[in-house]
T-cell receptor, first 114, second 112 residues
Framework: DADVTQTPRNRITKTGKRIMLECSQTKGHDRMYWYRQDPGLGLRLIYY???????NKGEISDGYSVSRQAQAKFSLSLESAIPNQTALYFC?????????????FGPGTRLLVL | SQKIEQNSEALNIQEGKTATLTCNYT??????LQWYRQDPGRGPVFLLL?????KEKRKERLKVTFDTTLKQSLFHITASQPADSATYLC???????????FGAGTRLFVKA
């Protein structure tokens, strides 16, 4: 089974709708991240969390919110989706304090906002 | 401003040759640099990590160099194979920082 899972894998929604993307991990890592990827722009950090009580904004947090429900779960919400939020979204985990500096990525969620 | 730059043009090489990808950065004090592979529609997968006090790191057919004076890392794939075709991302973690900064990636095509 995959260490980092994301649901849904694909989603089509309409402008103004609220949607939630979910991420779960079995690696036991403390740190979790949400990124979006657009062609030619690479991965851009939306939010990150170092433990259940810690939430931090990344470089492009406007229009997004997150919830860290447990060490293993980190959800990303789009409160009112807009077309320029159409992108590929990735969740990732790491644990530098345990020597796991590398990031482990989920399979991604492809989101289309009409 | 702080930037990580990778060649946006795709790299096309013949099978068996060595592929060399470049990652340049500005205005960062790196703690370590990582290289990831990404296949279309899939999440990046970690390949190699090199620390700021290391000059070179190898793993099988892969080699990474890190020159903090030139602010550059080179990623080499020797004896390249069509299965090596993918996008390769470099990523930098800075001293005292809490997140990883990713480059946009370079697409590699290896022709049989």
């Amino acid at each position: 089974d995959a260490d980092v899972t994301q649901t849904p894998r694909n989603r089509i929604t309409k402008t103004g709708k609220r949607i939630m993307l979910e991420c779960s991990q079995t690696k036991g890592h403390d740190r979790m991240y949400w990124y979006r990827q657009d062609p030619g722009l690479g991965l851009r950090l939306i939010y990150y969390s170092f433990d259940v009580k810690d939430i931090n904004k990344g470089e492009i947090s406007d229009g997004y919110s997150v919830s860290r429900q447990a060490q293993a779960k980190f959800s990303l919400s789009l409160e009112s989706a807009i077309p320029n939020q159409t992108a590929l979204y990735f969740c990732a985990t790491s644990d530098p304090e345990r020597g796991e500096e590398t990031q482990y990525f989920g399979p991604g969620t492809r989101l289309l906002v009409l | 401003s702080q930037k990580i730059e990778q060649n946006s043009e795709a790299l096309n090489i013949q099978e068996g040759k060595t592929a060399t990808l470049t990652c340049n950065y500005t205005n960062y004090s790196p703690a370590y640099l990582q290289w990831y592979r990404q296949d279309p529609g899939r999440g990046p997968v970690f390949l190699l990590l090199i620390r700021e006090n290391e000059k070179e790191k190898r793993k099988e057919r892969l080699k990474v160099t890190f020159d903090t004076t030139l602010k550059q890392s080179l990623f080499h794939i020797t004896a390249s194979q069509p299965a090596d075709s993918a996008t390769y991302l470099c990523a930098l973690d800075i001293v005292g920082g809490f997140k990883t900064i990713f480059g946009a990636g370079t697409r590699l095509f290896v022709k049989a």
